[in-house]
């Protein structure tokens, strides 16, 4: 027996080619540049889907916070990113994901100069909330000096 399937008529197609969006400032983190993938709109705010960017070199990194989200994943796509979850270091490489349950405190603090990882979230207006972190910082990976290099 066939059973029929009622899809959700509330969301839309997306198909958000390489050259339809651009890497921008304004995101949550002004070290970061960010890529909207469409997705967010696409759902009508259940998820938000961007790409996200090393922008500057870290200095403070996010601060501990924790999120007001039903679910959060993170996709490291290229280089490497050093979080802080809960009270544990935590290297998150290229083609590592990372499903961040809701609640969890955290600190990335670290990153490459090449990191770029998609961040898909629900719902899309999602929260950051600032917090007492449990434990301190280690120090960041400093980035070479390019412009001095011949």
């Not at 949550?28 to 960017?53: E, K, P, W």
């Not at 994943?73 to 349950?101: C, N, P």
Request: net charge negative; aromatic share 12%; hydrophobic share 40%.
């Amino acid at each position: 027996m066939n059973k029929l399937v009622e899809f959700d008529r509330g969301t839309q197609f997306s198909h958000v080619k390489p050259t339809d969006t651009q890497y921008l400032p304004g995101g949550l983190r002004d070290f970061f540049l960010y890529r909207d993938l469409g997705i967010a709109s696409a759902t009508n705010g259940r998820v938000i889907a961007h790409l996200v960017r090393a922008n500057l070199a870290p200095t403070t990194g996010t601060g501990w916070h924790y999120h007001v989200a039903e679910f959060q994943i993170v996709i490291m796509m290229k280089g490497w990113a050093r979080f802080m979850y809960e009270d544990q270091v935590t290297l998150v490489s290229a083609g590592d994901v990372v499903h961040q349950r809701p609640g969890i405190v955290h600190y990335l603090f670290d990153y490459s100069p090449d990191m770029e990882y998609m961040e898909i979230v629900g719902p899309a207006d999602f929260q950051s909330v600032s917090v007492e972190g449990p434990c301190a910082i280690p120090p960041v990976t400093p980035w070479p000096d390019i412009s001095s290099a011949t």
